[in-house]
Every structure is written in structure tokens, then in C-alpha cells.
């Protein structure tokens, strides 16, 4: 299931991927080696997310995705986790 870590939750705020896809929000796909080759956990990258954004975010264990409610910390994430 998905989680919002930053901040209260809002009544409009998705809960899916597939619902925060449909507002627009930037969906960004986490690499299936990446966790193994770095040696860091799905916690970790939650965490990092929840210090590193401004907006509110989803994410997704099963589908290794992410979804951001602003384009600036969907790049930052990329630049970090998905490059």
C-alpha cells in the first residue's frame, strides 16, 4: 500500500500511484538493482523522500515507484536514486 510520509494528510491528496498519476502528479520509477548494487533499504529511500521534498509524496513497494506532488523534488530523487 501506498504511504504519505510528508506532512498532514489532505482530504484531495491521492493514495495510489494510479490516483496520483491521474492529478499529475511525477511519477518516478526506482531501478530494481539499485537497492542490491547500493546496499540501502526501502525505509532509507522513504526516509531521504520525507527530509528531501518540499510537497507531499507516495510510494509504492511492489511497483518500486514513487509519485511527487512537484516536479522539483521528482528531480531530485532522480538525481539521487533513479540515474
Not at 489532505?10 to 530494481?32: D, L, M, S
Not at 526516509?47 to 510537497?55: D, F, K, Q, V, Y
Amino acid at each position: 500500500m501506498s504511504t504519505v510520509w510528508n506532512g498532514p494528510y489532505k482530504p484531495n491528496n491521492p493514495r495510489t500511484i494510479h490516483g496520483a498519476q491521474k492529478r499529475g502528479w511525477h511519477v518516478v520509477q526506482v531501478p530494481r538493482n539499485y537497492m542490491d548494487r547500493y546496499d540501502i533499504t526501502w525505509l532509507g529511500i522513504g526516509l531521504w523522500a520525507s527530509r528531501h521534498s518540499n510537497g507531499y509524496f507516495l510510494d509504492n513497494f511492489l511497483l518500486r515507484q514513487f509519485a511527487f506532488e512537484r516536479d522539483e523534488d521528482a528531480s531530485k530523487f532522480i538525481f539521487q536514486f533513479a540515474l
